[in-house]
């Protein structure tokens, strides 16, 4: 299993991104799915998360802004940003396993979002 996140980019404050995660394969029907991102010098945070029912959390900070989802067509996951802020940029890795509400079984390597004034 090798996720793979793709999407990220720098984007003016106020727009949207779409970033995506691929790689998962059996885990996509097994596992909850997960995004946490990193900013320079800070802990790697849980952003918003699904399970298989589905259910999705979200952190209070990206509530309303952020929507994350899944297609088994593709066995992608995806993490829709609208409304963009300066402090939402970082690194952001997707992550899948048992544990809810942050799977933490499975890591991505990461994509770079970058939010510019």
């Known amino acids: 299993v090798r996720l793979v996140e793709s999407g990220g980019g720098l984007v003016q404050a106020g727009g949207s991104l779409n970033i995506s995660c691929t790689g998962f394969?059996?885990?996509?029907?097994?596992?909850?799915l997960a995004w946490y991102r990193q900013p320079p010098g800070k802990q790697r945070a849980l952003v918003a998360a699904?399970?298989?029912?589905?259910?999705?959390y979200y952190a209070d900070s990206v509530k309303g802004r952020f929507t994350i989802s899944k297609v088994g067509a593709e066995n992608a996951l995806y993490l829709q940003m609208n409304n963009l802020k300066l402090e939402d940029s970082a690194m952001y890795y997707c992550?899948?396993?048992?544990?809810?509400?942050?799977?933490?079984?499975?890591w991505g390597q990461g994509t770079q979002v970058t939010v510019s004034s």
């Open positions: 699904i399970s298989q029912i589905p259910t999705t």
């Open positions: 394969g059996k885990y996509f029907r097994l596992d909850n």
């Open positions: 992550a899948a396993g048992v544990q809810w509400p942050a799977p933490a079984t499975r």
